[in-house]
């Protein structure tokens, strides 16, 4: 049962490794490709599954014992994020297929699709500091060959941007790294919640704790470190872009979700103020930056911004209804803002342009994807009744219960915002008349991927109180970082901490 902990890493390796000594066989790359997509979706599926049934799964690399050695640790938060990512990347494989050409998927594209995900699964899965960086390393790295992968100028620059925010972005994380050690003595995650939870003083831990706010802001887009965002995310090849917007930018939520719920309970409260006003900064300028935009890409990521300030906000109030929204949001975005990118994709295949004004008059030719395209902009927006709808709902109260008065409002207020500009964008692309420029039909694979997420989308409002069960019984575990203290320990007591002090 342990293993299957580490199945979501070890497959997506070593999908990459066979495809990489595939050598230039089209056929064999993409056969290997989608199996190992498809394997590791359904080890996410056993794993949560497992979890559910059995309780939070910890395996042990090696004969070290916690906290001395490295540790994969598979709770509600973590195995469900694994599950909602290696369903989103499927997808994306699946639309990669029919959108990148021959050359492309026989050199490097599948390698790096599968190290992306291997980084993204073990920053979910790791269970200390240092490996939650270098897990934080694999899939920067690999995205930033992605981002670049079509080899156009535009591409290159963004990569080239992307690169170096995130390479201070990391130096910064290892300092934090280092600072930790060097306080606690330790980068166990549970270790690290005994220690810390028995201080009497924090000492400089405060100031850690705001750097790795920083450094997972980075990854989430938060203000001021998102402006890497829109060019990545509308440069990059349109499976990519989806992959940036659904998952990657989660991957920084759930850090700070992660460290804020476990390491640093007791600081959280002197952080609270910080990330509210962060977060209403980033809903503010991701929703301008939108608004500004005739690029449908560019538009779909500047989105991103500003939803992503949404889930921070949640995690700023940081109440069992904050929570909750916060939950429900990752999943309806990650969703949402997937398929909004792969749609985008296949109109612009047919169009053979990005930007909107030269497109309009679809929904006759394009019925499928413009209807897809609305069910996006409709679960972003928050429009009833699609999940979008209830986790703005939720956060709003969250905001009015905990005193917030004014982010409520602004969070309604740009609800209404995000309504206008995505459905301007919809009714500019599929509804006015058109620019009368000839199609090329798109491969049937790209249509089918979004429409794929558009029906899971539909599920998923449909099964809406068991997923939200399901995200309760995430949450009520978030308040308990004990649970997760004793389940990393439960084979190994843990060396009492509680008189550890700051050197």
């Keep these: 049962m342990k293993m299957l902990v580490v199945l979501p890493v070890l497959i997506p390796l070593a999908?990459?490794?066979?495809?990489?000594?595939?050598?230039?066989?089209?056929?064999?790359?993409?056969?290997?490709?989608?199996?190992?997509?498809?394997?590791?979706?359904?080890?996410?599926?056993?794993?949560?599954?497992?979890?559910?049934?059995?309780?939070?799964?910890?395996?042990?690399?090696?004969?070290?014992?916690?906290?001395?050695?490295?540790?994969?640790?598979?709770?509600?938060?973590?195995?469900?994020?694994?599950?909602?990512?290696?369903?989103?990347?499927?997808?994306?494989?699946?639309?990669?297929?029919?959108?990148?050409?021959?050359?492309?998927?026989?050199?490097?594209?599948?390698?790096?699709?599968?190290?992306?995900?291997?980084?993204?699964?073990?920053?979910?899965?790791?269970?200390?500091?240092?490996?939650?960086?270098?897990?934080?390393?694999?899939?920067?790295?690999?995205?930033?060959?992605?981002?670049?992968?079509?080899?156009?100028?535009?591409q290159l620059?963004?990569?080239?941007?992307?690169?170096?925010?995130?390479?201070?972005?990391?130096?910064?994380?290892?300092?934090?790294?280092?600072?930790?050690?060097?306080?606690?003595?330790?980068?166990?995650?549970?270790?690290?919640?005994?220690?810390?939870?028995?201080?009497?003083?924090?000492?400089?831990?405060?100031?850690?704790?705001?750097?790795?706010?920083?450094?997972?802001?980075?990854?989430?887009?938060?203000?001021?470190?998102?402006?890497?965002?829109?060019?990545?995310?509308?440069?990059?090849?349109?499976p990519i872009s989806a992959m940036l917007s659904g998952v990657l930018i989660k991957v920084g939520a759930y850090s700070i979700l992660r460290v804020s719920s476990v390491i640093f309970v007791p600081l959280r409260p002197d952080a609270q103020e910080w990330i509210l006003a962060l977060a209403a900064v980033t809903m503010v300028v991701g929703a301008c930056g939108a608004l500004a935009q005739s690029d449908v890409k560019r538009l779909l990521a500047y989105s991103s911004v500003s939803q992503m300030g949404y889930i921070i906000l949640g995690l700023g109030i940081g109440t069992p209804l904050a929570l909750l929204s916060t939950l429900l949001f990752i999943v309806n975005h990650a969703l949402s803002k997937a398929m909004l990118f792969l749609t985008a994709g296949v109109v612009i295949e047919a169009t053979g342009t990005r930007e909107m004004g030269g497109m309009g008059g679809l929904a006759r030719q394009m019925p499928w994807t413009a209807g897809a395209f609305l069910i996006g902009t409709m679960g972003i927006a928050g429009v009833p009744p699609l999940l979008g709808f209830f986790a703005k709902f939720l956060l709003i109260q969250a905001a009015l219960e905990s005193g917030h008065g004014f982010l409520a409002a602004l969070a309604a207020g740009l609800a209404i915002v995000t309504l206008w500009y995505l459905f301007a964008a919809w009714q500019q692309i599929f509804w006015r008349e058109g620019s009368g420029r000839a199609l090329h039909p798109a491969p049937r694979l790209m249509?089918?991927?979004?429409?794929?997420?558009?029906?899971?989308?539909?599920?998923?409002?449909?099964?809406?109180?068991?997923?939200?069960?399901?995200?309760?019984?995430?949450?009520?575990?978030?308040?308990?970082?004990?649970?997760?203290?004793?389940?990393?320990?439960?084979?190994?007591?843990?060396?009492t901490a509680s008189t550890v002090e700051p050197q």
């Design 15 to 154: 999908t990459a490794i066979v495809t990489i000594f595939l050598g230039r066989s089209l056929r064999g790359k993409i056969l290997a490709s989608l199996v190992g997509g498809g394997a590791t979706f359904a080890s996410a599926l056993l794993l949560l599954r497992t979890v559910w049934s059995w309780g939070t799964v910890v395996h042990v690399m090696g004969s070290w014992s916690p906290p001395f050695g490295i540790i994969l640790v598979a709770d509600l938060l973590s195995s469900g994020m694994v599950l909602l990512s290696s369903g989103v990347a499927l997808v994306a494989l699946c639309y990669s297929v029919g959108y990148v050409d021959e050359e492309g998927q026989r050199l490097a594209y599948h390698p790096l699709f599968h190290l992306l995900m291997m980084g993204i699964y073990g920053a979910f899965l790791t269970g200390d500091i240092f490996n939650l960086f270098v897990f934080f390393e694999i899939l920067l790295i690999s995205s930033y060959a992605l981002v670049a992968f079509g080899g156009e100028d535009y």
């Design 157 to 238: 620059e963004a990569s080239l941007k992307y690169a170096t925010i995130n390479l201070i972005a990391s130096a910064v994380f290892l300092l934090a790294v280092g600072g930790l050690y060097g306080v606690m003595g330790t980068l166990n995650m549970a270790d690290l919640s005994l220690k810390i939870g028995g201080l009497q003083e924090p000492g400089p831990l405060p100031t850690i704790f705001l750097l790795f706010i920083a450094v997972f802001g980075v990854k989430a887009s938060m203000f001021p470190f998102y402006f890497w965002l829109p060019d990545a995310h509308s440069s990059a090849p349109t």
């Design 447 to 495: 249509k089918g991927s979004g429409l794929v997420l558009a029906g899971v989308i539909l599920v998923g409002t449909i099964f809406l109180n068991p997923l939200v069960d399901f995200l309760r019984a995430v949450e009520a575990q978030l308040r308990q970082p004990e649970a997760y203290v004793t389940a990393v320990f439960r084979e190994v007591p843990p060396v």
